[in-house]
């Protein structure tokens, strides 16, 4: 009984409870800490800094449970971070984890819950008996001494004189090191904040584009009937596609069809659908990002150039540029929509007779663009019944034994996606008019590939996996009759590096789509095409060379070992 009282008060004295919140304020930063590549001088800022001013903020009220549930917003942001740190190994918060929060949709974020709960455990054993005892503390007599309270906020302050050196120290060693880029958890509002404006500046698009123009115009003659498609896929990743060295049989039907070019070595420059799509549908590319909010697409493009524009989707609008893109069309039709409650998930292949009838309207100069829901988990709900080749493909949960079911799904899913090209290209092929076909993935997977057991996309640091998308064109014989050039110059660059940058040039360049915007060093049928180095969407919309996205040795492996470029 004795040692109970004890106990409790041990517990309670506020000096203890000061040091105890302290050291769980900063559980966080210990974990970044071992995590995060950090120079050595940074290292000492990474645990100085915070904790000068997480004790400095303890002293400002008498009682510590007060300060300490003032700082109920960091415990916030530790729990979200400890909780990412699970999932991914490492990274702080980056801006698009804001991002993604608005625009996934909520049966993605269940297929994640699941996974997290270990995680969510150990942030409630953390911060529940802390925040508890903040309330004691709170609701009891005793409180700091002025004494203690005098001493801390002078160790405090030593504490910050000597980070502020140390921060000086490691900008000279890495003129990019910022405190607000760089230490948790002021990097974290600084991403917060950063979100925000993106996402104000987003929903300002209408009025920051509304004057713009391409000043397109067409340069092929009039009276040819021209088709482009541009086919953009969903979580496909390259390594699973038999055509790019999988050795499955994948893609049994696009293996026969001639007049394809497959594009071996094509990155993506973001594993994230928002981001991912609109810079295939834009001018927009890692290296010159902002201009997304003043431009518009590839639809208005070619609008401009007397074609008729059609954009049909298979993906619920998710309030990002998609949706903005989708509507410049002059036809937009969404499977998911005006679901019907008989057939409430919509196969890729349903878009197919859309596209049939919009065939069938016979305009003399079209673009089509099919937004598919290609491989997004949850992979068995891709592809209808009469399509498990590989089996047995029924998930009961993610883990490593039963990665076989995992991957037999994701594999019929690309060879529904296979069936859904061939498809397509067989209606373009009976047109017997120039027909040109793009497809591309928007990013790839993780699927528990290696021991770090990860799986789906958009971690902060990609994988191998995540970057390496599946990439075609596909011409037509009447195409290739009439514009020559065009096709074998697309043919002799396609074994080059490139990224999906290429994708807007290389249609309006296939269209003759002539437009001051359009940059013949990224169109794959032009013979000035001479892609740049390749380079990743930062989290600032910054570009980021393959180099410095800090990717662990083993992907790097993965790409020499595929013959890929690197960086
Ligand atoms: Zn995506």
Redesign the pocket.
Known sequence: MRFVTAFRQFCLNPRVLYIYFAVVLMVPNFFLFCTEPLSAWSRVVYLLLPLSVYMAALTIWRKPGISFWVLFLFLILGAFQLVLLYLFDRSVIAPDMFLNLVTTNSTEAGELLGKLTPAIVGVCVLYLPALTLGLFSMRGEYGLTRRFRLRAVLVAALLGVLSVGAALMARRDDPGFRVCHDIYPANVIYNMGFAAQSWHRTNNYPATSADFTFDARPTHDSTLREVYVLVIG??SRAANWELFGYDRPTNPQLSRVTNLVPLRDALTQS????K??PMMLSAASAEDFDRIYREKSILTAFREAGFRTVFLSNQRPNRSFIDYFAAEADRYENLRDRLDPNDPNPLDMDLLRLFDDELARGAQKELIVLHTH?S?FNYTERYPDSSRYFTPDRIETIRASEREQLVNAFDNTVRYTDAVLAGIIGRLDSLGAPAVLIYS???GEDMLDDARGHFL??SPIPSYYQMHVPMLLWYSDAYEAAFPDAVATARANAPRPVSTNIVFHTLLGAGGVETPLFDPALSLTDPRFDPRPRTWLGPYNDPLTLDELNLIPSDIDEFRRRGLAFP
């Not at 594993?271 to 928002?274: D, E, K, L, S």
């Open positions: 969903e979580t594993n994230t659908t928002h991912s799509v290609g997004h993935s928007d990013h996309h958009s």
